[in-house]
């Protein structure tokens, strides 16, 4: 495979005849009369490594399938479309799903046997890879009908998942059974949700923020403290790993994803708005510093991924023995000890015994600024900078370089909303430099594109987080350059994915090589559907355009019978009809010069309200998009602000404190 994706790459010198997506793989199938045997998997995936070395890079697995099966390998990142199809199909079979995704199909694409990773050979009573590629072949040849008639079935169960549902109103009680739900399986102990696995879900935890209920805040509060503290965040080279394989954040799945620190930057800083906590402000920080090192490549735009192996083992790169700590700081070993809890024998176990390894997971027991009052910031700082340094001599793990438009956006909308709380300009200019990045890579001739060096065409993920980015950065800089490209943006989702019968947006383009893909479930980040039905809601209150209202309540009807039959799995989209029907929700018009820094700064912490600036240079280009606008006074030599609600504005006034008091007495 002549192929640009990592993942790809990694497996180009398989003994597998891999074939990559397409027409030409399918029709071998049809005319060799072979099923498809379908790999969908990511470069920093480990289970991916795990099966690949005792797999895919086996002779005599390679014989089986080249000599029986059409084997087609896709990049999940490059083409989410085809994951998603799939991977449903993997939970209607079994219930659960993951990657590596193994998947058969028929010739004309339909699956009948769905499954995640397999070891190469069976053992206590799970099927290995062999023996269900021998058992795939033999149904193939003395039972297809069987085969077919499964595939059939799995088909009809998938249009019916991403069908429309139409036709029910929303249950305006739903937010409240969500939050009561997450309040049942709230670990009061360690934070998060469940007991292991234990993903961050920064979705949730904004959710809860948005419902002004101080158990709600406190349950956020707890998690986000929590997993600083834990071995989940990477203590001295910062940023979160993916997840925890148990409920105390403590044993992490090492791969760092940009999507994970985008979301937990937007939930740190949200936290931080509502409660002023410096540890949040901190943490902020501290994941930047990680995107700048590692994450960010020379013309300002963000990669993909680390992996979590590095010298073919999980989590080597982040794991140390005492002994190397002793070396590396000397005197300050006992308090480097207390710090960051390792021990002589080591804290990390053997997966499969238990048994100690010698190595150790660094974590915190306490919150970092309890720390430096105990031992002294700067004594923290250099025990840590030590041994970054050392670690940074290690083999590291390996970097995926692809530049997607839709997690770009995600770090752009998050940058942009934390440098903004923060004041900090060089956070705030990093989001703009990876802004100017996509507009000129990713979107050209009018086409928005999701991995831009492949030249995929955008789906919904990547229209509807680049829409939010351009609102984001418009809210931290009054550029109104941000606001017409979300409205242009928004235009061209409308013309090439809005399903305008029923309501909701298409994830592809209806017509593409896959199954039509509708759907508002908030996964391992929130949805297009979600992130839209918030963009859609925003551009209303700012442009007064009814249009946009109308969608977003088309959009609500879409799925409400989703949402009214569990919404847990929809937190996100139900922020945005908390939003949509939220009786504090206010408008600042700002006329005349542009303020900046604090006062901006200070807006931004409301988050019930939006703004939009308005002067000679501008007003005409925004009256287009924003008619009501045309009403208000201009005064070119002064700074006039009206706070609005429903588009009729109350104030005017020159002093910005009349604007936070009126807030104040709104909320």
């Not at 924003?626 to 504005?649: G, R, V």
Request: aromatic share 14%; hydrophobic share 35%; glycine share 6%.
């Amino acid at each position: 495979m002549n192929e640009k994706s990592p993942y790809l790459k990694q497996h180009s010198n398989n003994p597998v005849d891999w074939h990559p997506w397409g027409d030409e793989a399918f029709r071998i199938a049809q005319r060799e009369d072979k099923p498809v045997f379908l790999s969908i998997g990511y470069s920093t995936c480990h289970w991916c490594h795990v099966m690949a070395h005792e797999s895919f890079e086996d002779e005599e697995v390679a014989e089986l399938l080249n000599k029986n099966f059409v084997s087609i390998k896709v990049d999940r990142e490059e083409r989410p479309d085809i994951d998603s199809v799939y991977m449903a199909s993997c939970q209607l079979i079994t219930g659960r799903g993951g990657w590596p995704l193994s998947i058969f199909l028929t010739p004309d694409r339909k699956p009948f046997y769905a499954g995640t990773y397999f070891p190469k050979y069976s053992y206590y009573g799970r099927i290995g890879f062999v023996d269900l590629l021998n058992r795939i072949i033999d149904l193939w040849n003395k039972d297809r009908s069987a085969l077919l008639r499964t595939s059939d079935e799995i088909v009809s169960a998938i249009n019916k998942h991403f069908g429309s549902f139409a036709g029910e109103d929303f249950d305006v009680s739903v937010a409240g059974k969500a939050f009561e739900t997450l309040k049942l399986n709230f670990d009061a102990e360690y934070g998060g949700f469940g007991t292991a696995p234990k993903f961050p879900a920064p979705h949730n935890l904004l959710f809860l923020l948005d419902l002004n209920n101080p158990k709600a805040d406190d349950m956020a509060e707890k998690t986000l403290t929590e997993m600083r503290k834990g071995g989940i965040y990477d203590q001295i080279g910062f940023g979160f790993h993916r997840y925890s394989t148990d409920k105390k954040w403590f044993l992490p799945h090492f791969e760092k994803m940009i999507y994970d620190q985008a979301a937990l930057i937007e939930a740190y800083a949200y936290a931080f708005a509502k409660t002023g906590d410096s540890l949040y402000a901190d943490t902020i920080n501290e994941i930047y510093e990680f995107i700048k090192n590692e994450m960010t490549s020379p013309e300002g735009a963000f990669y993909s991924a680390l992996d979590a192996d590095s010298e073919g083992e999980e989590g080597k790169f982040y794991l140390w023995t005492s002994d190397e700590i002793k070396t590396l700081v000397g005197d300050d070993y006992e308090i480097a000890k207390q710090i960051f809890n390792f021990s002589d024998e080591g804290n990390h176990r053997e997966e499969s015994t238990g048994n100690p390894t010698g190595k150790n997971i660094l974590y915190l027991r306490e919150r970092p600024d309890k720390l430096y009052n105990k031992y002294g910031r700067n004594k923290f700082d250099t025990i840590r900078k030590i041994l970054l340094e050392a670690r940074n001599k290690r083999i590291h793990p390996m970097r995926d370089e692809k530049i997607l438009t839709d997690w770009n956006s995600m770090i752009i909308s998050s940058l942009a909303y934390a440098g903004c709380l923060l004041e900090d300009n060089e956070m705030t200019a990093a989001s703009e430099k990876a802004y100017r990045y996509l507009l000129q890579h990713a979107f050209v001739n009018g086409e928005l594109y999701h991995y831009p060096e492949n030249k995929i065409p955008g789906f919904l993920d990547d229209y509807a987080y680049l829409i939010k980015a351009s609102l984001e950065l418009y809210k931290t800089t009054l550029n109104e350059e941000y606001l017409l490209k979300a409205l242009e943006l928004n235009e061209l989702l409308s013309e090439k994915l809005e399903d305008k019968s029923e309501g909701g947006y298409y994830f592809n383009s209806p017509g593409g090589d896959s199954i039509k893909v509708k759907d508002a479930y908030d996964g391992a980040v929130p949805s297009g559907n979600s992130i839209q039905l918030t963009n859609l809601i925003e551009l209303y209150f700012i442009t007064g355009n009814n249009s946009y209202r109308q969608t977003a309540e088309n959009t609500i009807k879409a799925f409400a019978s989703k949402l009214n039959k569990s919404a847990i799995g929809y937190t996100y989209f139900l922020r945005g009809v908390i939003k949509m029907y939220s009786k504090d929700a206010s408008l600042l018009l700002i006329s005349g010069n542009k303020p900046r820094g604090e006062f901006i700064s200070r807006l931004r912490s409301n988050a019930n309200l939006l703004y939009i600036h308005v002067d000679r240079n501008n007003v005409d280009r925004l009256i287009e998009g924003a008619p009501w606008i045309e009403n208000y006074k201009l005064d070119s030599d002064k700074t006039i602000y009206y706070l609005c609600k429903d588009f009729t504005c109350s104030l005017p006034t020159e002093n910005q404190e009349d604007v936070f008091s009126a807030l104040n007495q709104k909320n």
